[in-house]
């Protein structure tokens, strides 16, 4: 693993399309959380971490939840990211992810993002439980 990453942190496979574009990814099963690096593919044009990169991160937040979120495909419901500070090109940022609670055909989740360690969105998602729905 590159010293860029935090130790614990393994590659996220994004492995179509649109996540492509976005760049590595990485999930720490263990501890519930999803990171990156920032690089120039998230940058807006003042030279910050572009809000939608920082959304279609936090969209990636069910990939925390477990093995089970992580193998398999989940439909997004809804996702809010409410954006607390800006975040710079080259920073580590990170989401805790928490699963307040998951039903038959619903899993919701929420975190913090932080970008070296400090707050910078505070998100939730509802995600189709792909699994288990009809």
């Known amino acids: 693993m590159s010293k860029d990453v935090p130790e614990g942190f ?11 574009a976005f760049g590595p990814a990485y999930v720490n099963l263990a501890e519930h959380k999803i990171g990156f690096r920032v690089g120039p593919q998230h940058l807006n044009p003042v030279g910050g971490c572009h809000g939608g990169a920082m959304a279609t991160f936090a969209d990636m937040q069910i990939s925390a939840v477990g093995p089970e979120a992580y193998d398999a495909h989940r439909a997004t419901i809804s996702l809010t990211v409410e954006y607390l500070a800006p975040v710079g090109p080259g920073v580590w940022v990170e989401a805790e992810v928490v699963c307040p609670k998951a039903t038959r055909t619903l899993v919701f989740t929420q975190a913090i993002i932080t970008a070296d360690g400090e707050p910078v969105a505070r998100t939730s998602g509802i995600y189709r439980n792909a699994s288990k729905a009809p």
């Open 10 to 20: 393994e590659p996220l496979v994004l492995d179509c399309g649109y996540n492509d």
